[in-house]
């Protein structure tokens, strides 16, 4: 095995703590993504090579997801207009002396909304 000449300015690899490890492998592989993640753990003599491939793995697919992922939502029934008039409907029906709105009364009133826009009936 051949010696430097001159050592790395940061000090010798093998000495810096794991965390430091890590962090500077990670750094390497964004300048050389074309590289695997063994070359850049052997680079900076870290012992548990998995643990760096998982780091890379998340990293690269964080930057793969550029559009956030939607959960739900999708199934829009009314516009955004129509929902605050259904829960004006609610609040009337619960206040000033109403039996309260039940889930007949908002379904029917729902379905009355989107005939009124000659929209299908959602079942």
Do not use: F
Request: charged share 30%; glycine share 4%; net charge positive.
């Amino acid at each position: 095995m051949a010696r430097l000449n001159n050592p790395p300015k940061e000090g010798l690899r093998h000495t810096v703590p794991d965390k430091d490890k890590r962090r500077l492998a990670l750094q390497w592989l964004r300048e050389h993504p074309n590289e695997p993640s063994t070359a850049a753990a052997r680079i900076y003599h870290i012992e548990n090579e998995d643990s760096l491939r998982k780091a890379w793995g998340q990293e690269r697919e964080k930057d793969q997801r550029i559009t956030p992922i939607q959960n739900g939502g999708q199934n829009k029934i009314l516009r955004p207009d129509q929902h605050a008039a259904m829960i004006q409907y609610s609040l009337d029906q619960a206040t000033n002396g109403g039996k309260r709105a039940t889930k007949q009364m908002i379904y029917n009133c729902t379905m009355w909304l989107r005939a009124q826009e000659s929209r299908s009936i959602p079942l």
